[in-house]
């Protein structure tokens, strides 16, 4: 095999990409209380968001030891890795170990790549990698260009339930309550560097959701380039309409939309919506 792509079970593809087994997954291991989910192609989210609603303290998340990566490196002369943002998680540490064990036994061209991003934003990063490497560019220019790719693209969210947002200290107590009470939805991004930012906000769902794509029509830069991801938690309608919405304003040059799995339900919670650009 002359390339692989591999992903933590964080970027969220759609069903044909799954069919197709065009991108290897790594999964990190999520608990509820004493209830360990496996975030891979057996993961049951109905079952883990009634298990979240129930559950007063905040899901914990465990990422893939090294071991699960080096698995992988064996399988292709270049392997690409994309990665949950480094700022959320130790996917990347862990991918990153993993590839300095292993190229102390042997030499492969392996590249860890921090996506700064999560969820749909790993995957647009993912189809980026795989565009190039089947344009026959040379592996060094694969990971230049792809880094290249990554520092122009933002990603967003907004969000039903402020609850896990809180319950991970990203949220004071007193802000949940009163937005909670005022149907305030916050619409948030990730910095450069890959935190989370409150962009703007807005009263009920449907609201937010058309401030996000007014800000993303004031953001896109060469959109016709690019393809416009989003992201649902068991909300399909709710991504149809923010595409929808988006695309009015923008054209981009194409879209997806991918249902969240373990990791990114984790963090979006029931009828939460992740763009990416």
């Known amino acids: 095999m002359p390339f692989q792509i591999i992903g933590d079970s964080c970027t969220d593809l759609t069903k044909e990409q799954k069919e197709l087994g065009e991108y290897k ?43 699960a990566y080096r698995e992988l490196f064996k399988e292709a002369e270049d392997t690409y890795v994309v990665t949950l943002s480094s700022q ?26 921090d996506s700064r991003s999560a969820s749909v934003g790993q995957t647009l990063i993912a189809m980026k990698i795989k565009e190039l490497a089947e344009e026959g560019l040379p592996f060094e220019k694969v990971v230049e260009e792809v880094c290249r790719f990554r520092e122009g693209q933002s990603t967003m969210f907004v ?31 990730a910095t450069p560097e890959g935190t989370i930012v409150q962009l703007d906000q807005a009263r009920g769902m449907k609201k937010a959701l058309i401030k996000m794509a007014e800000i993303v029509s004031e953001k896109a830069v060469h959109p016709e380039k690019r393809i416009l991801g989003v992201a649902h938690c068991n909300n ?13 304003r923008v054209k981009f040059k194409d879209s997806i939309i991918v249902d969240t799995a373990g990791v990114s339900t984790l963090y979006a919670n029931d009828g939460g919506i992740i763009i990416s650009f």
């Open 25 to 67: 997954l790594v999964p990190l291991t999520l608990e509820i209380g004493t209830d360990v989910f496996v975030d891979d192609e057996n993961f049951n989210q109905s079952l883990f968001i009634e298990k979240m609603k129930a559950y007063p303290e905040s899901p914990k998340s465990a990422c893939p030891a090294p071991e």
């Open 88 to 113: 959320l998680s130790g996917s990347y540490n862990s991918a990153e170990v993993a590839r300095q064990m292993y190229l102390e036994q042997e030499k492969r061209n392996i590249a860890v790549i």
């Open 159 to 189: 969000l039903e339930d402020l609850e896990n947002l809180r319950k991970n200290g990203r949220l004071s107590n007193i802000k949940a309550f009163v937005a909670n009470v005022l149907n305030i939805k916050p619409v948030m991004g």
């Open 236 to 248: 399909y309608e709710r991504a149809v309409f923010i595409r929808d919405e988006i695309m009015k």
